[in-house]
């Protein structure tokens, strides 16, 4: 089967960095995005990884490590807009993609 | 240019109702893709196509149905909605090998 795995919640402070973590179990894996959503609101594509390494696009990164099945998404300079959902996703050879459950961001002034 | 359109936003069904929601994309993308999200959870694919005249099911198929007779539109339908169909559906498309989608603004359905 396919499962991901990502923390519930994550309480970061105004300004600094915080790093969303992301575990994947998957056959003809080809990549990982990431997705942010606001409450009430769509989601939107922040980032994708098909190679090892760091994607880097402006304040946000995004790690992956295809041997490790694992990936990381990174936010800098914390902004209180930043409070939202946090969705790692994978996308299969079968075109499919798959969601995890979320990481809800909180952001302490 | 528009992106990915859904309508309606909202809607309110009595059990054993059918509707359609409708999703339409002016991308000229070649995916789409249909999920429910309920409330605190992640996103379940329901239905998917990769081009006019293919539909593909996905992970929770039970309960809707998908047509795609243009590269535009690829509408969902639920025949006998129950309770359980209760959720927030969300259309996407994107390109043939791209990472990330587009997703509409989303349908809010209750079933009473």
């Known amino acids: 089967g396919q499962s991901l795995e990502q923390p519930s919640e994550v309480t970061a402070v105004e300004g600094a960095i915080v790093q969303i973590n992301c575990t994947y179990q998957t056959s003809g894996f080809y990549g990982l995005s990431w997705y942010q959503q606001h409450d009430g609101g769509a989601p939107t594509f922040l980032s994708y990884?098909?190679?090892?390494g760091l994607e880097e696009t402006g304040r946000f990164s995004s790690f992956l490590s295809r041997s490790d099945s694992y990936g990381y998404l990174l936010l800098q300079e914390l902004q209180m807009k930043d409070s939202a959902s946090y969705f790692c996703?994978?996308?299969?050879?079968?075109?499919?993609?798959?969601f995890g459950k979320g990481t809800r961001l909180h952001i302490l002034p | 240019n528009a992106g990915v359109t859904q309508t309606p936003k909202f809607r309110i069904l009595k059990i054993g109702q059918s509707m359609t929601l409708q999703c339409t994309q002016d991308?000229?993308?070649?995916?789409m893709y249909w999920y429910r999200q309920d409330p605190g959870m992640g996103l379940k694919l329901i239905y998917y196509?990769?081009?006019?005249?293919?539909?593909d099911k996905g992970e929770v198929p039970n309960g809707y149905n998908v047509s795609r007779s243009t590269t535009e539109d690829f509408p969902l339908r639920l025949e006998l909605a129950a309770p359980s169909q209760t959720s927030v559906y969300f259309c996407?498309?994107?390109?043939?090998?791209?990472?990330?989608?587009?997703f509409g603004s989303g349908t809010r359905l209750t079933v009473v």
């Open positions: 196509s990769v081009g006019a005249g293919i539909t």
């Open positions: 996703a994978v996308m299969n050879r079968d075109d499919k993609i798959i």
């Open positions: 990884n098909a190679l090892d």
């Open positions: 991308m000229n993308h070649n995916y």
């Open positions: 996407a498309s994107n390109e043939q090998g791209a990472g990330g989608y587009t």
